[in-house]
């Protein structure tokens, strides 16, 4: 039997805004790739204060945010709210 990772918390409902679609389509990649490592709690390029928040919000609670690049350079970041009730791609001026 094969050991598969595991996510490691609920996303919630998946949303993504128009600019970070347009990013990831002029990359040739796709939010999946992304979502998959933020739900197995891969945070990215996250500085260790940041990987150290998320890990204690699994513990306790709060807000996930991972950061990526796309093959073209673009910052993404994934955050998934405290409740897990959503997980939203955007870039960051859409924040």
């Known amino acids: 039997m094969i050991d598969r990772p595991r996510p490691r918390f609920a996303l919630g409902?998946?949303?993504a805004t128009p600019a970070a679609l347009a990013a990831l389509e002029n990359a040739g990649q796709q939010?999946?790739?992304f979502l998959w490592r933020h739900h197995?709690?891969?945070?990215g390029?996250?500085?260790?204060?940041?990987?150290?928040a998320n890990e204690d919000a699994l513990q306790h609670g709060g807000r996930l945010m991972s950061v990526y690049e796309t093959k073209q350079g673009t910052p993404?970041?994934?955050i998934t709210e405290a409740d897990r009730s959503a997980t939203t791609v955007?870039?960051?001026?859409?924040?």
């Open 13 to 15: 409902r998946t949303v």
């Open 45 to 52: 390029t996250v500085d260790d204060e940041d990987r150290q």
């Open 31 to 33: 939010a999946i790739e």
């Open 40 to 43: 197995l709690g891969d945070w």
């Open 76 to 78: 993404l970041w994934i």
């Open 90 to 95: 955007l870039l960051p001026e859409d924040y």
